[in-house]
Nanobody
Framework: QVQLVESGGGLVQAGGSLRLSCAAS????????MAWFRQAPGKERDFVAA????????YYADSVKGRFTISRDNAKNAVYLQMNGLRPEDTAVYYC?????????????????WGQGTQVTVSS
């Protein structure tokens, strides 16, 4: 089994920055995609960003492109999301997810493991 634990959420003013972290434990030896999703109250869980095993491939939702950066450190079994230029519409619970495959996908159903989420609130 794989466990994912997110951290780094909080309350920030519009225009500010936060860095989310996701630590993985358990069976982490195989190659896999890591991603971030978010879910606002009353809305569906949306794709934010994903990164390939090597870190050389990344993909972003249009809404965060140019503002958010995903990265990973395989030696630490960790993935990060640097969020700059935050907006009130970025407010959501952010989830870390892992897909046991080498291809990036954006649908939540394509991911095999999920963290418990971390709240990000952006005030105007």
């Amino acid at each position: 089994q794989v466990q994912l634990v997110e951290s780094g959420g909080g309350l920030v003013q519009a225009g500010g920055s936060l860095r989310l972290s996701c630590a993985a434990s358990g069976r982490t030896s195989s190659r896999y995609i890591m991603a971030w999703f978010r879910q606002a109250p009353g809305k569906e869980r949306d794709f934010v960003a994903a990164i390939t095993w090597s870190g050389g491939g990344t993909y972003y939702a249009d809404s965060v492109k140019g503002r958010f950066t995903i990265s990973r450190d395989n030696a630490k079994n960790a993935v990060y999301l640097q969020m700059n230029g935050l907006r009130p519409e970025d407010t959501a619970v952010y989830y870390c997810a892992r897909r046991n495959d080498v291809m990036i996908r954006t649908a939540p159903s394509e991911y095999d493991y999920w963290g418990q989420g971390t709240q990000v609130t952006v005030s105007s």
